[in-house]
């Protein structure tokens, strides 16, 4: 199964997400390394996943800005990708045998020039930028529109099922990010947005 645009599916914390991601084309599936977030991932839980997918990247997330913790994480879990939040992480990491997306929250940017500026230093060193919003901006759709014709873009924030072809159609957005969740009872999950999202994306 093929999709419209790039798909990250983060925060997954079960092989139930996992697996039904892969199996709809989804290419980035993200687990959270950060252990005092409740969607933390053990090493060895991770591993057992892994064996189960075929075909999408493996992202590690982490939040954190000491350099050591991301260097364990990077020397004892099998990831593709490391996902961080801290660009000044991005001189010593890039030098890694690691693809690395930058995380930034539109709402800690004074202007879109500033974020804009910010991209520019780091557009060597990423892979891709992850944007989310957790609070007013004065970065608007539009100011995202535009910077995604110079720098590959990944927009995390105001995707349903009724936005994210607005978002994709006719733009040079590099993709979209959703979430994953927690299951009923092992096995079993409630997909409806997720698969609401998934399936207006599919490839008529």
């Known amino acids: 199964m093929s999709l419209k645009t790039v798909v990250k599916v983060g925060n997954i914390t079960n092989l139930s997400d996992a697996r039904y991601c892969s199996g709809m084309g989804v290419q980035y599936l993200g687990f959270s390394l950060d252990k005092n ?11 057992s996943i892994k064996e189960w ?12 800005s000491d350099p050591g913790l991301i260097g364990t994480a990077l020397a004892t879990y099998p990831i593709d990708c490391i996902e961080i939040t801290h660009p000044e992480l991005l001189s010593e990491l890039s030098g890694k045998a690691l693809r690395i997306i930058l995380r930034l929250d539109l ?7 500033a974020l804009r500026e910010l991209m520019k230093y780091a557009q060597d060193k ?6 989310e919003q957790t609070a007013d901006t004065s970065v608007t759709d539009s100011d995202i529109l535009a910077l995604a014709q110079q720098f590959r873009i990944m927009v ?20 979209i990010a959703l979430h994953g969740g927690s299951e009923i009872k092992p096995g079993f999950k409630d ?14």
């Open 37 to 47: 977030s409740a969607s933390y991932i053990d090493e060895e839980t991770l591993q």
């Open 53 to 64: 997918v075929v075909g999408p990247d493996i992202v590690g997330e982490l939040t954190t």
């Open 107 to 113: 709402s800690s940017f004074e202007s879109t020039q």
């Open 126 to 131: 990423v892979s891709f930028f992850f944007l």
């Open 156 to 175: 995390a924030y105001s995707i349903n099922k009724e936005s994210v072809n607005r978002w994709i159609k006719g733009s040079s957005i590099y993709g």
């Open 191 to 204: 997909y409806d947005e997720l698969a609401d999202i998934l399936e207006e994306l599919e490839v008529d």
